[in-house]
């Protein structure tokens, strides 16, 4: 089939192209690639919250920090998720096993921002000591400069609160895995 298009008093032919070989061919060779992959079931270790949109996924492979009912602090990346166990490593835990969760945000703009404050009041500290150590200047540590790199600390303090967030494993949030076959 042709079309025939007019721009003012010139005529210009365009000619169809059938794609439906093409598509029908692209879709028998994606069929086939996809048969050739073996196919595998895929866990997910999900915190969730029900009636909330936030939901923690972690996958194999995924780091992880956990605290277990008896006080046991647990951190690392995931190697096998089971049915009601995952494995940090080669330690087995069970799921009712685990009490808290703990999620550190590390590309939060408060991250660096802390290391900022934590350096800084340390630096701040030691050079005003030593500016004063060598004009011979008494006392050698001045109480404004103790408060100034005090405050630097407490906000270094404050953005590592901000980064990290502990979620307490109970029946309203529960800590379960969720088996996606492909």
Do not use: W
Request: charge should be positive; proline fraction near 3%.
């Amino acid at each position: 089939m042709k079309y025939s298009i007019s721009l003012q008093n010139h005529k210009m032919f365009v000619s169809t192209i059938d794609f439906r070989p093409i598509i029908g061919l692209s879709l028998l060779v994606l069929m086939f690639m996809a048969s050739s992959f073996k196919l595998k079931s895929q866990r997910i270790l999900v915190l969730d919250k029900r009636g909330k949109v936030k939901t923690i996924m972690y996958s194999e492979k995924d780091v992880i920090h956990i605290k277990l009912l008896n006080g046991t602090k647990l951190n690392g990346p995931i190697s096998r998720i089971e049915n009601e166990l995952f494995y940090i490593g080669q330690k087995k835990i069970q799921l009712d096993s685990v009490k808290t969760v703990h999620v550190y945000k590390h590309q939060s703009f408060f991250n660096p921002l802390g290391r900022f404050l934590m350096v800084g009041s340390i630096a701040y500290l030691g050079i005003d000591t030593f500016n004063r150590l060598i004009n011979a200047d008494h006392p050698l540590i001045e109480e404004e400069s103790v408060k100034a790199s005090a405050y630097l600390f407490i906000g270094s303090i404050i953005c590592r609160e901000l980064i990290h967030r502990r979620y307490k494993i109970s029946e309203k949030r529960p800590l379960k895995v969720i088996d996606i076959s492909i």
